[in-house]
């Protein structure tokens, strides 16, 4: 009965790709009815900050349509947005697995977002009672933070342009289709993900274009596979010499 009950409950499943509802069909194999009986869907608008740091953990999201990143506003008082996301992680189940009560980072929606919200008292409870859904939930968890941990010793190595040029091959990696990637050239976004000044964004992104490691679209960058197989190159060439 599981995963044509979740269908039954969450119908955009129906709507998006075939992996990320495999992802979702994999994640609530083994929940119980009664925690899918609690599932709450809501559209959310682009620029929608649905978690904020230091306010009570009460609800796990997962993001069923659309993109949120993750910011953090304590440095300096400065806005810096470190991560996107694109796998379908249980936003709120790090709060519950090492019992904190209130949000330790800030999500915002990039793009209008359908989003699954359960309450944590249900779903600490299944991951309690269920090892299954415990290991899988710490092995996502684990990934994640792995992840994390490496691209930000990378960033350590990196400076302006090569920075950006890192940025944008992460994203190639992440959400090209069909071997390119089409995103918003947004100075402003791609500067909150660097943490470099907007000018140093608009320099990069003109050399980026001037040795064809990109192309421009009106606002939109575009990079197809040779170009990314470039910039892969350039960034592993760069810390090879930097950890010699």
Known sequence: MGNRYLLEILPFL????KDRRKQFENYFKTAPVWLM???VVEELEKGTAFVREGEPADMVYFIGKGLIKAADYRIYGIHYDFTLFSKVYAFGAMEIIIDLDKYQTTLETVTKCTVLKIPRAGFKKWLESDITALKQESHLM???????????????????ANRVAFLLMNR???YAQDGVLKMKGDRQELSDFTGLCVKTISRSI???KDSSLITTQGN????????YL???KM???ILAEDLS
Request: proline share 0%.
């Open 14 to 17: 129906n709507e998006i790709e």
């Open 37 to 39: 009986d609690t599932f």
């Open 142 to 160: 684990g990934e994640y933070l792995l992840e994390q941990a490496r691209e930000s010793r990378i960033l350590l190595f990196l400076q302006g």
């Open 172 to 174: 190639y990696r992440k």
């Open 206 to 208: 003109k050399k980026f």
């Open 220 to 227: 939109y960058i575009i990079i197809n596979y040779d170009q």
């Open 230 to 232: 470039q910039l892969e």
């Open 235 to 237: 960034i592993s060439e």
